[in-house]
């Protein structure tokens, strides 16, 4: 699952400037090299490739081997602004966890999943009868890493299990600027193909302070 | 402007006028370090790197040991080209306290007695080494390393850096150690000294005024640690059950190539060690345990070490000091708000992979020091 533009100027925009990140299957480093450059802040990532590793060291970042399901307890409580999680919450073995991981961690976690329910997804599989492939969910189903894939209103639904609170949320899809959304209403799960969560424990999180969105920041 | 420093570095003396305290709470009054430079120290003393040698190495680092007439022991890592390149490091590695390669040890002759000290030799740990070290660096007109680096042991010296003088670091590297010794190290070592003492010609530690050397012992005692360097999959391609001539001797000579391997490799270390450090510095390394130092807790060693960059580094089949150790450090570091990076390497070469030609290695050494060199100015 690579990681779109959007999904990064989304992260941008939410993210605090000199707030702590910790990037959670940070890759090579692409999204905590530009928020260290457009928002100052202070960034940790952690990933699973050892050549991943070995590149975020090349560009300066600090960087932890590992994986979300099994290293995340390595983290201290409460000391990041922002854990970020884009595009994995599907391939973790345990969701539920991860995401009261990601809550400990962290005061605010940024979540983005690609939507099972998106129309184009729910059109597929009624009409080929056959596992979805589309452009955010590109691997046959033999072969995908995500192994709890779900929809807008699931993702809601779960967070409100689990006592989370969505602060915001935005529809993604490629080649097209975020957009706003209100999870909850039924509309937005036919519509949005990726899905992004601001997210919070009540009591835990002061309210957050948004940027208005920008469009200029990839010289569009 | 470039100005150099004892390129080839030397032996600074220390008299009794500045003591080595050992958490012992013996002194020693009287210090030799012996140390290797690599490069110049540039105008603005900012490019030192000090490289902490395993258990049984030394401050020949990247140049021709005196001894075996071999290479030295890290060319992989320091040389032209190399992430330590002395083009752009001053490059520092010192002999440690309780060694044989010309620091003060148990077989130096004290100047008090005007014999060797033997037994007499106090216990030390890898704070003192450390703390030697730090004289050192001191006697150079050095304040701040750029980097502290080690593997093993040598790691161990680098957490023990970052915990006593994080002041003086601006980066710390850490390849494949532990943040204290486990049983299973506590026991190999245990094995190994029994067997040089065991060995009548250690005459309780007083074999050089005696005139012999415990050979057999300390060929032993090498042959066991040898083992725990490699791992069971990297023995097995190298020798297999492969014999060293046609047939079996049906007797005990060394039958098997992996036999005549570890002879050799005992054989060869008498003749450049001696057993007596071998005996100090298993000590130093079985009494460490830097969680214990500081309230049994090890975030605790480097609550003063948030300034630092920490780069851990372990490997895939060493079972001397497993990943899992590593992964307890980089979790202290960042408890303790540390900024820590930590790559796990893949290599069936066990713990020697330390000292052998590893891509990932090279590449995850060279992208750190590059990146902390040029926040921190280097050229």
Redesign the interface.
């Known amino acids: 699952m690579s990681r779109s533009r959007e999904d990064f100027r989304e992260i941008l925009r939410l993210v605090r400037p000199g707030s702590r990140v910790l990037d959670i299957g940070c890759g090579e480093g692409a999204l905590l090299d530009l928020l260290a450059r457009e928002k100052d802040v202070d960034g940790?990532g952690l990933e699973i490739s050892?050549?991943g590793?070995?590149?975020?060291?090349?560009?300066?970042?600090?960087?932890?081997?590992?994986d979300a399901d099994r290293?995340l307890a390595?983290?201290?409580t409460r000391?990041f602004d922002y854990a970020i999680l884009s595009q994995t919450l599907q391939a973790v073995r345990e969701p539920r966890t991860v995401l009261n991981e990601l809550l400990r961690i962290a005061e605010r976690a940024i979540v983005s999943v690609p939507n099972f329910g998106h129309w184009r997804v729910r059109l597929a599989l009624l009409a080929t009868g056959r596992m979805p492939m589309t452009g955010v969910l590109a691997e046959p189903w033999w072969s995908t890493p995500n192994i709890h894939l779900c929809t807008v209103r699931d993702l809601t639904a779960l967070c409100d299990d689990l006592g989370i609170r969505i602060e915001a949320a935005s529809a993604l899809a490629d080649g097209r600027p975020a957009r706003p959304i209100d999870p909850s209403r039924e509309v937005e799960n036919w519509r949005a193909e990726q899905a992004l969560f601001l997210l919070s424990r009540p009591g835990q999180a002061a309210p957050a302070e948004v940027a208005p969105p920008t469009d200029d920041l990839f010289g569009r | 402007m470039l100005q150099t420093i004892g390129a080839d570095g030397g032996v600074i003396r220390f008299g009794p006028d500045q003591p080595l305290r050992l958490v012992s709470g013996a002194r020693l009054n009287h210090l030799e370090i012996a140390y290797q430079t690599y490069g110049a120290l540039n105008a603005d003393r900012s490019n030192a790197v000090l490289i902490c040698h395993a258990l049984t190495g030394d401050q020949h680092v990247a140049s021709e040991h005196p001894v075996t007439g071999k290479p030295g022991w890290w060319t992989q890592v320091v040389g032209p080209g190399r992430p330590l390149d002395p083009a752009k490091h001053f490059i520092i590695c010192s002999n440690v306290v309780g060694g044989c390669m010309g620091t003060t040890g148990p077989s130096s002759i004290d100047p008090e007695t005007g014999r060797p000290y033997g037994l007499a030799f106090p216990v030390i740990t890898i704070p003192d080494m450390v703390r030697a070290q730090a004289m050192l660096v001191d006697a150079l007109g050095i304040e701040t390393l750029f980097a502290v680096v080690g593997g093993s042991m040598g790691g161990m010296q680098v957490l023990q850096w970052a915990a006593d003088y994080p002041e003086r670091l601006f980066s710390a590297v850490c390849i494949a150690a532990a943040p204290r010794h486990s049983a299973q190290n506590i026991a190999f070592h245990e094995v190994g000294r029994q067997a040089i003492m065991a060995d009548p010609d250690w005459r309780d530690g007083d074999y050089a005024l005696q005139g012999v050397r415990p050979e057999k012992g300390l060929a032993v005692a090498r042959m066991a640690a040898h083992i725990t360097y490699l791992s069971e999959p990297a023995l097995q391609r190298k020798f297999g059950r492969e014999l060293q001539r046609d047939g079996l001797s049906w007797g005990f000579d060394a039958d098997f190539q992996v036999e005549s391997y570890l002879r050799h490799q005992g054989a060869s270390f008498v003749d450049r060690f001696d057993a007596n450090s071998y005996l100090y510095i298993t000590r130093a390394l079985d009494y460490f345990d830097l969680a214990e130092a500081h309230g049994g807790v090890l975030a605790n060693a480097f609550a003063r070490a948030r300034g630092v960059?920490f780069?851990v580094l372990s490997f895939t089949s060493d079972w001397l000091y497993p990943t899992v150790e590593s992964?307890s450090i980089?979790?202290a570091l960042?408890?303790a708000?540390c900024?820590?990076?930590?790559?796990?390497?893949?290599t069936d070469k066990g713990h020697d992979a330390i000292f052998l030609d590893e891509p990932?290695l090279r590449?995850?050494l060279?992208?750190?020091l590059?990146?902390?060199g040029?926040?921190r100015g280097l050229k």
């Open positions: 940790r050892p050549a590793v070995a590149a975020c060291l090349a560009r300066g970042l600090a960087v932890v081997q590992g290293d390595d983290f201290p000391g | 960059r780069c992964r980089v979790r960042n408890a708000g900024r820590a990076s930590f790559v796990e390497i893949e990932v590449t995850a060279t992208g750190f590059e990146a902390g040029q926040v």
